[in-house]
């Protein structure tokens, strides 16, 4: 079982990386994001999670532990294989999803990560007692900030979408303290992303 990828990156897409890694390539599963941030002509490594099947063998790589950590709890769940879990976590960060699974609220899992009803539903049952070793990176006073920050844009006429991905990127960038006076920071920011100022 391959555990752990340390190579040069010959080829690289949205879905995938392919690694040099003693003059073989591997070609490696990759959300958005993990792509995203690895240069092309830079040496990385991954954490592998390694799917074998009667037929085939896939490779799936994490930027950090925790990921691939999540990854492996989605896989737990009836119904949910190696290519629904990554696109799960290519919608949604597992930080957000922690965050959401701590709610216990599907309603509010699916409008803050995009995870259809559904999934948050199956997410939040079958998780809910497996995550407690992970601490929230936001404050309940965070997470309602941007909640209600998401709300009001899609009252303005933006999608869901759109609003939830903004607003996500501007609480990591902008590292806010928590205050209520956040909210309409937030809203002000957003709107100037959004109508590309």
């Given at each position: 079982m391959i555990a752990y990828i340390e190579g040069k990156i010959i080829e690289k897409k949205d879905t995938f990386v392919i690694l040099n890694v003693s003059g073989i390539g591997y070609k490696i599963n990759t959300t958005q994001e993990t792509s995203a941030k690895i240069?092309?002509?830079?040496k990385t490594s991954l954490w592998i999670y390694h799917a074998i099947?009667?037929?085939s063998q896939d490779l799936y790589g994490f930027e950090n532990k925790i990921d691939l950590e999540m990854f492996e709890m989605l896989l737990t769940i009836s119904g949910i294989g190696p290519k629904s879990?990554?696109?799960i976590l290519n919608?949604?960060?597992t930080e957000t999803i922690i965050d959401g699974i701590k709610s216990?609220?599907?309603n509010y899992l699916s409008k803050i990560s995009g995870i259809s009803k559904k999934n948050s539903e199956k997410i939040i049952l079958n998780l809910k007692n497996k995550i407690s070793e992970?601490?929230?990176d936001q404050s309940e006073e965070s997470k309602n900030n941007n909640s209600t920050?998401?709300?009001a844009l899609v009252a303005l006429g933006y999608s869901e979408k759109e609003s939830r991905i903004v607003v996500q990127d501007i609480y990591k960038k902008e590292k806010m303290s928590?205050?209520?006076?956040n909210t309409e920071k937030i809203i002000k920011l957003a709107l100037k992303k959004l109508s590309g100022q």
């Open positions: 240069k092309n002509t830079d099947r009667e037929n879990a990554l696109s919608i949604a960060p216990e609220d599907p992970y601490q929230n920050a998401i709300d928590d205050n209520s006076q």
